[in-house]
């Protein structure tokens, strides 16, 4: 596990936690606050993680979240962890009501995790930015190099704002 404390170019500080599940999937959890008891385990690092001044995809309605969940029940993705949920019991397999009806659901959005972004590496990144700027016409939002060398493209694609996930190459 890695903790890191970082800035974002909205002008604030945030926190993160890697862990590494399993094989090469490494889950980054973020949070805006942190007891001060454990401000000592967060080490600075001044690369931006998530573009925060342009994310755009926490939802922020109830039936934004039963969208979410429902769709994403339809790719065999039940049980979320740690959240807050409740639905009718009924027979059959599967997570969701029959014919993916959520609408009975009740659902605590504070508590469920939500995708925000995928971090790949790339060999070329001035191949990837002219793939998805030029060739597809995705959105670059945020071009940086840093003094180590290092250079981030932060992407996001033209689709309803409380869903987008932001692609991040270095």
Not at 88 to 94: E, K, Q, R, V, W
Not at 109 to 117: E, R
Request: charged share 20%.
């Amino acid at each position: 596990m890695t903790t890191i404390k970082w800035p974002s170019d909205d002008g604030n500080v945030y926190y993160s936690i890697l862990v590494n599940p399993c094989g090469f999937v490494v889950l980054e959890i973020m949070g805006e606050t942190l007891s001060d008891k454990y401000h000592d385990l967060f080490k600075i690092d001044m690369h931006m993680r998530m573009s925060m001044k342009n994310r755009n995809n926490m939802p922020n309605t109830a039936s934004t979240a039963h969208r979410l969940l429902r769709d994403t029940s339809n790719y065999g993705f039940h049980g979320y962890g740690s959240h807050n949920h409740t639905r009718p019991s009924h027979g059959g397999m599967g997570g969701g009501p029959p014919g993916g009806d959520s609408s009975s659901w009740t659902i605590d959005s504070s508590k469920v995790l939500y995708p925000i972004k995928i971090s790949r590496a790339t060999k070329s990144l001035e191949a990837v930015k002219k793939f998805y700027s030029k060739d597809i016409g995705v959105t670059m939002v945020h071009n940086q190099k840093y003094a180590d060398g290092s250079e981030l493209a932060i992407f996001t694609f033209d689709i309803p704002s409380d869903v987008a996930i932001q692609l991040h190459f270095w």
